[in-house]
């Protein structure tokens, strides 16, 4: 429960794919693995986005549909939330669920606290 919770707030505050590099390179997850994930979900979400933007982001009656620009924004964004969440769930899978829970907690207050190591 405690670790999911850190995983939300962690998958929140992922702002780049690089960070999440970064995370995972960390918490020991092999980068290959890690690369393959990142890009299937990448194309799966790309290939049905359509259909994901009319369940996720419903046109709101009376309002404008939104431009490309911010449907790209939030598609990307969706994608990295998606991708953060999947590698965090398999780090856990790998290592299981108490694996270096430490190292975690101590990642979510760097990320916290503005700190760069």
Same mark, same amino acid.
């Given at each position: @429960?405690?670790?999911?919770?850190?995983?939300?707030?962690?998958?929140?505050?992922?702002?780049?794919?690089?960070?999440?590099?970064?995370?995972?390179?960390?918490?020991?997850?092999?980068?290959?693995?890690?690369?393959?994930?990142?890009?299937?979900?990448?194309?799966?979400?790309?290939?049905?986005?359509?259909?994901?933007?009319?369940?996720?982001?419903?046109?709101?009656?009376?309002?404008?549909?939104?431009?490309?620009?911010?449907?790209?924004?939030? @598609?990307?964004?969706?994608?990295?939330?998606?991708?953060?969440?999947?590698?965090?769930?398999?780090?856990?899978?790998?290592?299981?669920?108490?694996?270096?829970?430490?190292?975690?907690?101590?990642?979510?207050?760097?990320?916290?606290?503005?700190?760069?190591?």
């Amino acid at each position: @429960m405690i670790l999911t919770n850190m995983f939300l707030i962690i998958k929140d505050n992922i702002d780049s794919i690089e960070t999440l590099f970064k995370l995972m390179r960390r918490l020991k997850m092999p980068m290959d693995r890690v690369e393959y994930v990142c890009k299937e979900i990448n194309d799966s979400v790309i290939k049905n986005w359509s259909k994901i933007s009319s369940v996720e982001y419903p046109l709101e009656p009376g309002k404008l549909r939104p431009n490309r620009r911010e449907l790209k924004k939030k @598609m990307h964004e969706y994608i990295l939330k998606l991708q953060a969440w999947n590698l965090l769930n398999a780090w856990r899978n790998t290592f299981g669920t108490e694996a270096q829970s430490d190292e975690i907690l101590r990642i979510l207050k760097l990320m916290n606290s503005n700190q760069f190591e």
